[in-house]
């Protein structure tokens, strides 16, 4: 047993036991009889104390040189608390947490929790099948972004549990139109303010909404739902607290020896020490953990730019590397060793990028020099966006820039369009607030933006409460202004989100080639006098695409005209002035003909009414020859 531990804590100091959460931490056998196996190189001692031996000490015995504590105790039962006892080379002795603990007990104590290992039944065969056999680019990718804490409370305020949430948000999204959830960090943390971004546990379910059986079941019925499910993941940096990882065994374990290095000021946290291999083949565990035993369909790593430039924070800018620049080699080394790891076993698995700096090649395979990321939020494009939106449409055209630079480098890189949280806290105002106008204009800018996005390529990605224009800014103590929702405005936006969706969704040109030329074909994208734009998302067949146009100002423009690569007969998808969606139109033109009348490039055209502060999506239907 103990050569067999050995061999499996040596590969852990290599940096590449990518599964070593199925030896470290603790193990439950038969008979009430647990293996605890704990990291911690620097200890004089470690024990283990807990409700098995009135947690009193239980000493350890370190495996040959590894670094790697062992015990067996008897007389353990599920449910049980423990922590580690570790005596440090100053003698001081620490109670810490266990890094691979699977569950906690519910905050504000931080004992992990005996848990039996995972046996769920998965019935999702069926949807796992289909994500190996299709590529994440080919396919719509429209995700609906969740804080669980509060989506929805009970009236007393309490959290939902996981079950609950199965029962209501599942068919919520899925009623919608969205095709993923992307839960905010649900890894066990402390501070509901961090919305888990400061995280306690790599490797456990926050016990706020239930347990890990319970998660495990909400994404089963996700993936049965046709649901498919991203949780946030950070490995960067780690939570504050000394019961923790910090200073694990008595010396910096988990964090650079640097403290400088390991001081993340900006965000009051400790920076990984992305360097070093056991943090590497913890953290690359962490991410198997969550996508092969727990079936995500994908991560959101956090704080990218964090791990690739040494100058990111507060106080280090003067840092460099070996060749005098601010790179971080080995946290671009990391995320490389990262992705290839998960990709290697989970080719079908998407691993998403939240950076915000122009690094060349974050989507890049790794062979090329890239990160090897599938996708990056285009932070450019969301700011830049929504700049535009929030200006008085008297001084748009002035401003056209903000929406034709994305144009420039919009092939860059594989860019999912993110309306995240981040722009809808902290004073920034809701997406409906920034709006400007009064509250019928705000709803028609809304509603036009809603579309640009949803029109533009690269993937979707927007915020809880954005699908009905909920006024207040987000507030994580606190659920969602449901009762927005008896106002009829609201109301039709809500339905706007709904009927926009499943449009996306049903039009294979919208998604299908998001990511090449080809997908987009410039009709009239430098219109700034009129401040009005258009352009054709192109499908992989020729005679399949769709027809955007937009209004920025409240102005309508009669006589509109559009120039299409073919003549033929076309029909109205969406018009955001639609009386059901909050505008005004009580009568839509819904049919179009195009003639052989040449506009803008394109060998033929048709007219059209564009609603002032709004726009039109319309497709073909039956196209001449030629």
């Not at 409700?51 to 353990?76: K, L, R, Y």
């Not at 008297?394 to 092939?411: E, G, I």
Request: aromatic share 14%.
């Amino acid at each position: 047993m103990k050569d067999t531990l050995a061999d499996k804590s040596y590969l852990f100091n290599t940096g590449k036991s990518f599964k070593s959460y199925g030896f470290l931490g603790c193990h439950l056998h038969d008979e009430g009889q647990a293996e605890f196996n704990v990291w911690a190189p620097n200890a004089k001692s470690v024990a283990v104390v807990g409700d098995f031996n009135d947690w009193q000490d239980s000493a350890m015995e370190q495996i040959e040189n590894t670094g790697v504590w062992h015990i067996s105790v008897n007389n353990v039962e599920l449910g049980n608390l423990y922590k580690f006892a570790i005596v440090g080379p100053d003698g001081e002795r620490s109670l810490k947490i266990d890094p691979y603990a699977t569950q906690f007990e519910r905050k504000p104590g931080d004992a992990a929790v005996i848990t039996p290992q995972i046996e769920h039944k998965w019935h999702d065969g069926l949807w796992l099948g289909r994500r190996k056999r299709s590529k994440p680019e080919q396919r719509p990718l429209n995700i609906y972004e969740v804080h669980l804490g509060s989506w929805k409370r009970h009236d007393n305020n309490s959290y939902y549990t996981y079950s609950e949430f199965a029962d209501e948000l599942i068919p919520y999204v899925k009623n919608l139109g969205y095709t993923h959830i992307e839960l905010m960090p649900i890894m066990e943390h402390l501070l509901d303010a961090s919305w888990g971004y400061q995280q306690l546990g790599y490797f456990a379910t926050t016990s706020r909404f239930g347990s890990r059986e319970d998660f495990l079941e909400f994404i089963d019925k996700c993936h049965l739902a046709n649901i498919g499910v991203i949780v946030d993941w950070v490995p960067g940096h780690f939570i504050r607290n000394y019961d923790a990882l910090y200073q694990y065994d008595g010396t910096p374990t988990f964090e650079y020896q640097d403290k400088n290095r390991a001081n993340n000021k900006r965000w009051g946290a400790w920076n990984f020490d992305l360097g070093k291999s056991q943090v590497q083949s913890f953290l690359i565990s962490s991410a198997m953990y969550w996508i092969d035993e727990c079936h995500l369909d994908g991560l959101r790593v956090d704080a990218v730019s964090n791990m690739l430039y040494l100058d990111y924070d507060d106080g280090k800018e003067n840092l460099t590397n070996k060749y005098g620049d601010n790179r971080n080699l080995e946290g671009i080394e990391f995320l490389q060793k990262l992705n290839q790891v998960v990709h290697q076993e989970h080719p079908d698995a998407l691993m998403i990028a939240e950076e915000s700096s122009a690094y060349k090649g974050v989507t890049d395979v790794v062979s090329n020099g890239g990160l090897g990321f599938d996708y990056k939020w285009n932070l450019g494009w969301m700011h830049d966006t929504l700049k535009f939106f929030e200006m008085d449409p008297l001084y748009r055209h002035d401003h056209y820039n903000l929406l034709t630079f994305a144009f420039v480098y919009m092939y860059n890189e594989k860019f999912i369009l993110p309306f995240s949280h981040d722009e809808v806290v902290h004073g920034k105002k809701s997406l409906m607030h920034k709006m400007p106008g009064d509250r019928y204009n705000q709803f028609a800018n809304l509603r036009t933006m809603i579309t640009y996005l949803l029109a533009f390529p690269g993937k979707k990605l927007t915020f809880m409460g954005s699908e009905w224009g909920q006024f207040l800014e987000w507030r994580d103590w606190s659920q969602l202004e449901w009762v927005d929702l008896k106002d009829p405005l609201n109301q039709k936006m809500h339905e706007f989100t709904q009927a926009i969706n499943h449009v996306y969704h049903d039009e294979r040109p919208l998604w299908e080639q998001d990511h090449v030329p080809e997908g987009m074909i410039y009709s009239n994208t430098d219109d700034n006098e009129s401040s009005t734009m258009g352009f054709i998302r192109q499908g992989k067949k020729k005679r399949q695409f769709v027809v955007a146009a937009f209004n920025f100002v409240p102005v309508e423009k009669q006589d509109y005209r559009i120039g299409v690569p073919y003549s033929g007969d076309y029909e109205l998808l969406i018009n955001t002035e639609d009386e059901r969606f909050g505008g005004t139109w009580t009568k839509l033109e819904t049919q179009f003909t195009a003639d052989k009348t040449p506009f803008n490039g394109q060998p033929a055209s048709f007219t059209v009414t564009l609603p002032a502060m709004g726009a039109l999506l319309i497709r073909p239907t039956k196209l001449n020859r030629g």
